[in-house]
């Protein structure tokens, strides 16, 4: 359990860390950093949870590393400010988010299903 | 130092998702609630942190340690994705729709009431001072 946890927290500030490197640099009047952050992490989860691995590969790869890679509460914060600032953009980003981040997630799922 | 701060942040946001989220499993739940009851805490928390915690701390280093390193980390888009998958695998799709719905609406609900908490206890703050 310990071990567990430090596996979690190891992965956990890196995913952290990545996430916010990324959206520095992609966000702007639109949040591409979060978008594309979300899209790749649910890809590789996807591709991830059926290969699996040793447990404390996978604690600190798909709970720790990708968990906090991606992020929901962003998301949720952004739609609301974005809804504020351009009606339009944030049908875009709904849109986008869900259809293309469940495409990546099944992307990654279908490719592990072959291997 | 900002990236120490983040990196501690995402550090306790993970580990504590997975003590929730090993805390609230139930083996025979058809609906992946520890996903969405961490989702929507975090998702609230984060709308009072962006109107009131944040004014409450002031240190930008810190603010973005709670707000992108804790709150970003704590919550999860890639678990909330990937068990969407599983369930229309499992062809629940009923239950698929469901969490969609669930989490994406009230998602947004959760942000809003957070926000509105924030606003409420600072004017209230604002009014004793």
Redesign the interface.
């Known amino acids: 359990m310990i071990i567990?946890?430090i596996a979690?927290?190891?992965?956990?500030?890196?995913?952290?860390?990545v996430?916010?490197m990324v959206?520095e640099r992609l966000n702007s009047d639109f949040p591409w950093g979060t978008f594309f952050v979300?899209m790749i992490?649910?890809f590789?989860?996807?591709l991830y949870?059926t290969i699996g691995g040793p447990d404390v590969l996978n604690?600190m790869y798909a709970?720790?590393f990708?968990?906090?890679?991606?992020?929901?509460?962003?998301?949720?914060?952004e739609?609301?400010t974005l809804y504020k600032k351009d009606k339009r953009k944030v049908l875009y980003y709904?849109v986008l988010t869900?259809t293309l981040?469940?495409t990546?997630?099944?992307t990654g799922?279908l490719i592990a299903a072959k291997i | 130092m900002k990236?120490v701060s983040?990196?501690?942040?995402?550090?306790?946001?993970?580990?504590l998702?997975?003590?929730v989220?090993i805390a609230l499993y139930q083996p025979h739940a058809p609906f992946p609630f520890p996903t969405l009851v961490i989702?929507l805490i975090?998702?609230f928390?984060?709308?009072w942190f962006?109107v009131q915690g944040s004014q409450l701390i002031r240190n930008r280093t810190l603010v973005?340690g709670v707000q992108?390193?804790f709150?970003?980390?704590?919550?999860?888009?890639?678990?909330?994705?990937?068990e969407?998958?599983?369930l229309m695998?499992q062809g629940l799709y009923a239950i698929a729709i469901q969490y969609?719905l669930i989490?994406?609406i009230m998602?947004?609900g959760?942000?809003?009431l957070g926000?509105k908490c924030g606003s409420v206890l600072l004017g209230k703050e604002g009014a004793e001072q």
């Open positions: 567990t946890t979690v927290a190891a992965g956990g500030a890196f995913g952290a860390l996430r916010y959206s979300n992490g649910s590789l989860l996807g949870i604690s709970a720790g990708l968990g906090a890679l991606t992020t929901f509460s962003t998301l949720q914060f739609l609301v709904l869900y981040g469940l990546a997630a099944w799922y | 990236y983040i990196a501690v942040g995402g550090m306790l946001g993970a580990v998702r997975f003590w989220g989702n975090g998702s928390i984060l709308g962006v973005l992108t390193g709150l970003g980390s704590f919550t999860t888009f890639s678990a909330f994705s990937i969407l998958i599983l695998d969609f989490s994406t998602g947004i959760a942000v809003l926000m």
